[in-house]
C-alpha cells in the first residue's frame, strides 16, 4: 500500500474526497509525525514549510510531494531535483481568493476607500477625494497564469479592458490582448491598474523598478500579489513618494512581515495586506481536490498527473 | 428661444453632447445666477441644492427641472406638484461607480479588508483573520432599480447567486431570483450580502430593523448605499454589538454628517464611507447626456421623456 503523510491541517470532511481511493493507500494525519512515518513515507502532502533538505535525507522513500501552496521558491529544489522526486502544486486554488482580492484593491483604489478608511479611524467625515471607476479602465496583467487569467475575466466583467504579458505572448482565454515580454514598456503605458502576478524565478526577479514605473501613467496604481522580490521594493518607494505612479495596492514585500520602519505602511497611497491574497476558507477543500486528482492517478497510472512542477524552470 | 439655467458646475466640453440644440435655447451656465436670469428661466438644471421653495416662487417661468441627482426625498415636492413642474433625474447614472462601490465593500467584508486597513494604520503585521469569498455566496439585493441591477450583473460575474427584491416581484433581466416586499424574509434568511437599494419614500422609511436583522445569518453583512433613514440604525448598532450580523458597510446615515459620537466609527466590522458610493469623475458627463436626450426631445415634442419623477410616489 502507498504510504502517504499529510501534515496539511485535514479534517474527515475534507479527506471524504479522495473517495475510495482512501482504502488504497495507508495514511497518516499529523502536523508533527514520528520518524518512522517520515522514513516511510512515499508520498508528503505539505503546505511546504516542513519540507526541508534534512527532512528529504530522512524520507527515503520519498518519491512525490504534493505541495499545497502555488510557488515553489522556497523549496530545496537541488535535493528535490537530485532525488528525482515528483513535486506538484496546488496551482491554481488561489485563483479565485487572489483575483477577488486584485479586483478589490483596484475598486479601493479608484474609489479611494483607503483614504475613507483613514477619516473613519481619526471619525472624520470628509468627502473630498477624487474619485474614480474601475469602468473602461485598463488593467495590465503581468504574467497570464490561473491567477492573471482570472483577475482579466474578472475585470472584464466590470467592463474593464484587459493586456496580459506573458514569455512568448501567447493569447490566453479571457485576455483580450497578449504581449510578448519584450513588450512589458506597451503594456505599462497603456494600463490604469498593473497587477502582477508572475512567479518568482531568476528571470522575474526586480522585473519591474525605477525604469518601469517611470513607463507607466502618473495616475496608474501598481497591485503586487507575487512576491516582493519581482519589484525592486526601493524604487517604488521612490516612485509613489514622487508621484512618478499614483498608488499601489501590495500584498508581497522584499522581507516578510514588513518592518515596522518601511516607509510604505503609512503611505496615503497604498493599501498593504500581509501576504493574505491567496488566504480563504475553501483553499483546503480545494487542495484537497487537486491532490484525489492526483492520487487517482498515481494509484492508476504510476504517476500524478496535474500541476507537476519543472524544477529546473522552478515553476 | 427656450430660455435654459443650468447651475451644475459644467465646462464646454461637457457641453457639447448637446449638439446642435444649444444653439436652439438661450443658455446660461453660473452657480451664482442673477434674479432676471432666475426668473425668466423655463428650464433648471441642477444637483438640487439650489431648488428650494424661495427659488420656485421666484422662477415664475419655470415648467422643467433636470435634476442631477437621483433621488427627490430633500426636495420641495409641494412646491414642484403645485405649480406642475416636471421634474426629471439623472437616475441610472449613479449605476456603475454605486455597484463598484457595493462589490468593493461585498470582497472587503469577506476578506476582510477593514482589518488589514486598521492594522496598517497601527504599522502592524498581523495575518490573522477569517478569510472568506464572494464566489459562490449570495447576494440579497433590495431595491432592483438602475443600481440594483447593475450590482446582480457585476456579481454574477464574480461568480455570485443573487436575490432581488421589489414591490410585486417583478422579474428583472440580470437578477436570478426576484422577490416580491412581503417575502423580504426568505431573501434576508438566504443572503450572505444584503445591499440596500431602495429609495427613500414613506413606504422604505425604517424599512429594515430589529426584526429583519434577527433573520439575517450571524455571518452576513449588512450593505447600505440608500438612504440612512431607509435602516433603523440604533437597531442596526445594537444587531453589529451582539453579533446578531457579521458585518456592515454603510455610506449612507441617519444624520448625516455622522456624528462623532456614532458608535458606528469604531466598530471593527463597520466600513463606512462618507455618502460618496454615487460619485464618480464621470457624473456630470452622463448627467449632460440625460440633459441633452430630454431636452431634444423637450424642443421636437415638447416635453422630456427620461426619468421623468412621479411627484406624488415620490421616485
Known amino acids: 500500500m502507498l504510504k502517504v503523510l499529510v501534515t496539511v491541517p485535514t479534517g474527515e470532511k475534507d479527506l471524504a474526497v479522495l473517495g475510495d481511493y482512501r482504502s488504497r493507500v495507508e495514511l497518516v494525519v499529523s502536523q508533527r509525525p514520528d520518524p518512522a512515518a517520515i522514513e516511510s513515507t512515499e508520498v508528503f502532502v505539505t503546505f511546504g514549510f516542513d519540507l526541508t533538505g534534512e527532512l528529504i535525507s530522512r524520507a527515503a522513500n520519498l518519491r512525490w510531494v504534493q505541495l499545497f501552496r502555488a510557488g515553489v ?18 496551482s491554481g486554488i488561489h485563483a479565485i481568493p487572489m483575483a477577488e482580492h486584485a479586483l478589490a484593491m483596484i475598486i479601493m483604489l479608484a474609489h479611494k476607500f483607503h483614504l475613507f478608511g483613514r477619516r473613519q479611524a481619526q471619525k472624520k467625515w470628509n468627502r473630498e ?23 482579466a475575466k474578472k475585470a472584464r466583467a466590470l467592463g474593464m479592458r484587459s493586456i496580459g504579458l506573458n514569455t512568448r505572448g501567447t493569447p490566453v482565454d479571457g485576455v483580450e490582448k497578449v504581449l510578448s515580454r519584450d513588450r ?18 531568476p528571470a522575474t526577479r526586480e522585473f519591474l523598478g ?25 524604487a517604488l518607494v521612490r516612485a509613489l513618494q514622487d508621484g512618478v505612479i499614483g498608488g ?7 522581507a516578510e512581515p514588513l518592518p515596522p520602519d518601511s516607509p510604505l505602511w503609512a503611505m496615503e497611497n497604498v493599501i498593504i495586506t500581509p501576504h493574505v491574497s491567496g488566504i480563504s476558507d475553501r483553499y483546503v477543500e480545494r487542495g484537497m481536490a487537486i491532490f484525489a486528482e492526483n492520487l487517482a492517478a498515481c494509484l492508476t497510472g504510476g504517476r500524478p498527473v496535474r500541476n507537476i512542477v519543472d524544477l529546473q524552470r522552478g515553476y
Open 248 to 254: 499601489a495596492g501590495l500584498d508581497v514585500f522584499a
Open 184 to 201: 512589458m514598456d506597451q503594456l505599462l503605458r497603456e494600463s490604469d491598474f498593473v497587477v502582477v502576478t508572475v512567479p518568482l524565478t
Open 73 to 90: 521558491d522556497m523549496l530545496p529544489l537541488r535535493d528535490l531535483l537530485a532525488r528525482e522526486i515528483t513535486v506538484t502544486t496546488v
Open 129 to 151: 477625494a477624487v474619485i474614480t471607476e474601475a469602468w473602461e479602465k485598463t488593467v495590465g496583467i503581468i504574467g497570464t497564469g490561473h491567477v492573471g487569467t482570472e483577475v
Open 210 to 234: 525605477e525604469r518601469e514605473f517611470t513607463m507607466m501613467k502618473p495616475t496608474a496604481s501598481l497591485i503586487n500579489l507575487a512576491r516582493g522580490e519581482v519589484i525592486d521594493e526601493k
